[in-house]
């Protein structure tokens, strides 16, 4: 058992239902991703409105097709991830568009909780199970 937050304990199954149920929250926001890995990972848990970034020829060419009002950055959770992430989000906000900071926050701290960083860590954490 860890400690998480003032006076309650995590045990890793806690976290891991925590992350599923969160997961299944964030279905129903568009989704960048870095590459073809991670969309594949989030496909095999149900999401439905990715988008890949290394699809495009630029932050401009996404973000101008992108039609969905509100949208959660789901990069990894490295320093590299976590730069890119703040460039799209800078860009998504300057065009309009409502980014779920609060979500990928929270996601941060339950992949970590995990020990896992990357998107495509999912599929290994969950062994394919689908939520």
């Known amino acids: 058992m860890r400690r998480r937050g003032l ?12 992350l599923v149920s969160l ?9 960048i991703v870095e590459g073809r890995k991670d969309r594949d990972a989030l496909k095999e848990f149900g999401f439905k409105k990715i988008t890949v ?3 495009f020829h630029g932050f401009y060419d996404m973000v101008t097709n992108i039609n969905d009002n509100d949208v959660l950055v789901l ?14 989000t ?3 906000q300057r ?15 339950l992949f970590i909780e995990n020990k896992i960083n990357t ?13």
């Open 90 to 92: 800078n860009m998504l």
């Open 53 to 55: 970034l290394n699809e």
């Open 23 to 31: 997961l299944r929250e964030c279905k129903k926001f568009r989704v």
């Open 7 to 18: 006076g309650s304990t995590y045990s890793t199954e806690e976290s891991k239902e925590d």
């Open 75 to 88: 990069t990894d959770f490295d320093p590299e991830g976590n730069d890119l992430a703040n460039k799209i």
């Open 119 to 131: 998107i495509e860590g999912l599929v290994r954490l969950f062994n394919h199970n689908v939520i």
């Open 95 to 109: 065009f309009g568009k409502k980014v779920e900071v609060g979500y990928r926050r929270r996601l941060m701290v």
